[in-house]
């Protein structure tokens, strides 16, 4: 596991999102809802962060995560009544986070901490049973060609920071590249800290996170049951401007509606949607 995301404090003091980003967000949901979200779920929620947004503005919210020490911050930030989080792999949330949402966020390329293009399928399918007709799902993904590059070096950089509960840290994340192989890219990333109760000072990880070829990713979405693609938008800017959705986009949010039941199987994905499975290089 991600030694960084069972650090709750330490993510929301450099990823709890600003207004741009969630004026951004509001605004993509209710172009394509025509109204506020009333149920929202997060299937990679972390400490809560966004369920937190669309809570204050009336919605009743659910999310799961894999690393428990995020989900027991939700659970403490979060108010009992409206949100229920529980601990749980995004492959498949729990059923007890309950069906007919209206709204499904996960970004940052979440999905791309899966281990293969099998798991990613496996979510889309389950968030598909999980949404309304007319719901939609704001998921943020990397659309990569083979052969594309990726700009190596700084990603991120942002401290010293103060610290909930005490202390400051400071956070630098560097993208690696591509790997030839698996087609993900490596990030590597360090936090340091001085005086967080409980935290080492230096928190060195390294991780692979899974891109998207776009005829990889069409496969992957009628293999989950079929989903068209409402719009593209520009993850790297929080302003969130419209994107053609086409080969070698980058960092994207999707707005994404099931569509009707496509003749693909379940599981019955392309050899081309069939890369190896990630090693972990931490
Ligand atoms: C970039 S964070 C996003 C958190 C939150 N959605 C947000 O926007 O603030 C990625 C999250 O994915 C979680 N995660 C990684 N693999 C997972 C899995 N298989 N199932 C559920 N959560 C997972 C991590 O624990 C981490 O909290």
Known sequence: MNAFYARSALYAAFFTPSTEMRQSVDR????H????PLRVL???CGPGLWLAHFLAQGAEVAGSDLEPKAIAMA???LPARGARVVVGDMRRPPDELGFGFDCVINLDNSIGHLSDYMDVAEHFASIRQRMTDRGIYLV???????????HTGLVYERGPVDIEGGGFAALRTESLGLQPTTRCERIRQITITANVPDTPAVIAEQYDLLTFTLPMLKDILAAAGGFEVLACHDATDESLPARAFRKSAGDVVLVLRRSKETSAKRGGLTRRSRAPRKKTTR
């Not at 993509?28 to 172009?31: E, G, H």
């Not at 943020?140 to 990726?150: T, V």
């Open 42 to 44: 997060d299937p990679a």
């Open 140 to 150: 943020g993904l990397a659309l990569r060609e083979d052969g594309d590059s990726i």
């Open 33 to 36: 809802l025509r109204r506020k």
């Open 75 to 77: 659970a403490k930030t």
């Open 28 to 31: 993509l949901a209710r172009r």
